[in-house]
């Protein structure tokens, strides 16, 4: 449960990134912010070294995570990660690479993990009710 008296962190995509998780955690423990007060917004696999290695340090964390389309990709064992990049552009080319590549290091536990995780995340702070989820409304 998110606890009113206490400020909000929101972020998205680790992105596999374990020094950038490691330093966001590490702002949240200079904020003094609890856990629950902490929402990831998704993709917390994707383009960077240490896919598994990111989401244990989320999962330890315990904080609030939105599943993005990597996670419901990876969840699957999904062929690529379902962002309907153009092909050929930048991110296309990119996602050829990284995709397999974390796929292949992530845990069965992980992708369990993965598949659990809720679209949307409703909740209410201050009186006003908010929605947290990945990319935009559909």
């Not at 999962?59 to 062929?79: K, M, P, S």
């Amino acid at each position: 449960m998110i606890d009113p008296d206490s400020p909000l962190l929101v972020f998205g995509g680790p992105y596999s990134n374990v020094q950038a998780t490691i330093a966001m955690r590490e702002v949240a423990a200079y904020l003094d912010l609890p856990a629950s007060n902490v929402i990831c917004t998704g993709d917390v696999v994707a383009y960077a070294a240490d896919p598994e290695e990111t989401v244990q340090i989320i999962r330890a964390w315990g904080i609030h995570v939105v599943a993005g389309n990597c996670e419901a990709q990876l969840a699957e064992g999904a062929a690529d990660c379902g962002c309907g990049f153009d092909e050929g552009s930048a991110c296309d080319l990119l996602s050829r690479g990284w995709y397999p590549y974390a796929l292949a290091r992530i845990s069965e536990n992980t992708q369990t993990w993965m598949a659990s995780l809720t679209p949307s995340l409703h909740f209410t702070y201050h009186g006003l009710k908010f929605c947290a989820l990945h990319g935009g409304a559909q």
